[in-house]
Structures are given as C-alpha cells and as structure tokens.
C-alpha cells in the first residue's frame, strides 16, 4: 500500500453502528487519529439511539445516524444513510463494525482508502488491510492495529463519555430526597440485553446484602429498558430493602453512576461507561473473555471477577459466588480510597 499523505487527507470516516460498549470502545484512537491527520474532519456513523455515546466528543466533528425502525424503514434509512455517506466524499473510511451493513456502506462510500481487518468477512469492501497482531488484548487498545496501516501512533488514550448538566440536575434533586451524597453508595446493575452474560438474580441479592452488612454503604440498583423485572427479583430476594434507581436516560445513568463509590455489573455496556467517565467498577463475566473485554489492568480502579475456563452456559451464576465478588469489590473500595484514578490507558 503507497505511504498515505497527511496533508491531502480532509474527511475520514469511522463505522461502528452498534452496540453502546463497542461504539465507546471505537472511540479509542480517535485523538491519535487526529495527530496523524490534523487538518482533516473526523465523523462517526453509528445507529440510533448509540449516537449518545459520541456527543461532544472532543476529536469528532459531526455524527452520521443510521436511524433505527421496522424492516422496511430500517433498509430504506440505511440507503439513505449511504447516499449521504457519498456524498460527503470521504478520503478514509475505516470499517471499525466488520459486518455486513458497515462492509457495504464501506464498499460504496467511494473513499479511496477503505480500512478493515485482514481477516474481516467483508474484507472484499477494503483496500487497506490491518493484521492482527494477537487477540488477548483489551479491545479499546487492540482497536490501535486496526488504524496502524495509517501511520497511526498508539499513545495512552481515554474513552470519552459527555454528561449533561441536566442530567446532574435530575441525580442530585434524586439523591437530595434520600439524604445521599457522592460516595454513600455502591451502584449495582445486574440487568443486560444479553441473557448469556447476566449473572443470576439471587447472586446479586446476596452480594448487594454482603455490602449492607459489611460496609457503610447503601445500594442503589440501577436499571435500563426492559430490566426493570430483572431488579424488582434482585430487590425482593434481599434480606434488606436496596433504592431502586428512578427510570433513567442512558445519560442520566451515567450522571447517577458518577455519584457512587463502585459501580458492579455484568460484562457489557455498562463496564465501558464506568470507564468513559472514571467510576471504578467490578464487572462479573460469564461466556465471554475478560483479556478481550476487562479493563483490568488498563485503567486503574477496574477490576473483574471470573471463573477460568468456565463453560457451563446453562448455569449462570458463572461459577462465582458473591462472596469472591465481595472481595473483588473490597479491591475497588480500597482503590478509590487511595486516591485519584489515573483516567488514560496504560501501554
């Protein structure tokens, strides 16, 4: 591939339609990005309603939305989304999504370089190829090979997460009315959208009551769409009585999150925005790779708790008892006492 031009490269495009964890992992390299080609306007394409995770991003210059809907409205906004796509006439387009709708935006962007992975399945879309250099690598720093062919440099780097002031607003006035203040409490979100990965209700209601117990701590249970049963279980198999988070906006979780001591949740979304906006966290993994997913490690304060060489998909408690969890969460406390968190990636 010919060595790329900085100064003639002017529009570049990143795609990572969905889910929220991946759109926040994407965002990784964007500063190093912008160094590499500092006179070009970087935009993201990214499905409704994930196009939260980006706002005020300082290294993004516009944000593309495929919008969400039926069948028929999700293909013909899809089209549409290409048109614009082409429009705007991009020098790079990099395939962050590897799938086959980014593949085909990718493929009739028109951008003369066209980024994917070498191995990627719609590989046939991209003239620039990156190759792996291994998997067992946090996502957010192995994202940096996929832009290397670029001349990127890889560089400590920060997930970005913007909270708005109305958003701290609706928290505060909710914390006021229960006489809790930033630090009182530990935030726990057992909910997911992916079954496989939600460690069972009655673990979560024995660790949040270990915490009752043992610690000066309250418990907030916080919930998203379509998990408010998932907490009602947890709460009514408690010994003592949890808060129960008001129905939240993703943005005003993130508010709400910002308040607590810990954040303990399932491996997912909700562990890459503890990251984003520098709330310690303790995220229990089941079916999934920790080296692939866990910022443990990486950013201080992040902490996971598995069983190596778990298997049993049938079996959600994962092989972890809310006891190990506890001690895991013990860690976390004893981090944020330390002192501040270092919020950049460690390389």
């Known amino acids: 591939m010919p060595r790329i031009d900085g100064e003639g490269i002017r529009r570049i495009l990143v795609i990572q339609f969905r889910p929220l964890g991946d759109v926040l992992l994407a965002t990784s390299y964007l500063g190093a990005l912008k160094k590499r080609f500092p006179h070009a306007r970087i935009d993201f394409l990214v499905?409704?309603?994930?196009?939260?995770?980006?706002?005020?991003?300082?290294?993004?210059?516009?944000i593309i939305i495929s919008p969400a809907g039926g069948r028929l409205s999700y293909l013909w906004g899809r089209l549409r989304t290409i048109v614009r796509v082409r429009a705007r006439r991009y020098d790079i387009v990099i395939d962050q999504q590897n799938g086959t709708g980014s593949g085909i935006a990718t493929l009739l962007s028109g951008a003369p370089y066209r980024v994917g992975w070498a191995d990627g399945?719609?590989?046939?879309?991209h003239d620039v190829h990156a190759v792996p250099a291994g998997r067992s690598t946090y996502s957010a720093?192995?994202?940096?090979?996929?832009?290397?062919?670029?001349?990127?440099?890889?560089?400590?780097?920060?997930?970005?997460?913007?909270?708005?002031?109305?958003?701290?607003?609706?928290?505060?006035?909710?914390?006021?009315?229960?006489?809790?203040?930033?630090?009182?409490?530990?935030?726990?979100?057992?909910?997911?959208?992916?079954?496989?990965?939600?460690?069972?209700?009655?673990n979560y209601a024995a660790l949040a009551d270990l915490i009752l117990q043992r610690t000066s701590y309250r418990v907030v249970l916080l919930w998203g769409p379509r998990e408010g049963g998932t907490v009602d279980r947890v709460a009514s198999l408690m010994a003592r009585q949890p808060l129960i988070a008001p129905a939240t906006s993703l943005n005003q979780a993130a508010a709400l999150l910002q308040k607590a001591v810990v954040l303990v949740c399932n491996n997912g979304g909700m562990n890459h925005l503890s990251v984003a906006i520098g709330v310690p966290s303790v995220a229990v993994f089941g079916g999934s790779f920790p080296i692939h997913w866990s910022p443990q490690g990486i950013f201080a304060g992040h902490y996971h708790v598995a069983r190596e060489g778990w298997q049993d998909t049938a079996d959600n408690t994962f092989g972890i008892s809310p006891e190990q969890a506890f001690q895991t969460l013990t860690q976390a406390i004893r981090a944020t006492r330390a002192g501040p968190m270092d919020m950049y990636a460690k390389w």
Do not use: M, T
């Open 47 to 62: 499905s409704a309603p994930f196009d939260g995770a980006l706002r005020r991003h300082p290294h993004l210059d516009d």
């Open 121 to 125: 399945k719609w590989r046939i879309a």
């Open 141 to 202: 720093s192995r994202n940096f090979q996929l832009v290397q062919p670029l001349g990127v440099v890889p560089e400590p780097y920060r997930l970005h997460y913007a909270i708005e002031q109305s958003s701290r607003d609706y928290v505060d006035a909710w914390l006021s009315e229960r006489s809790l203040a930033g630090g009182d409490f530990v935030c726990l979100s057992p909910g997911g959208p992916v079954v496989q990965r939600v460690w069972r209700a009655e």
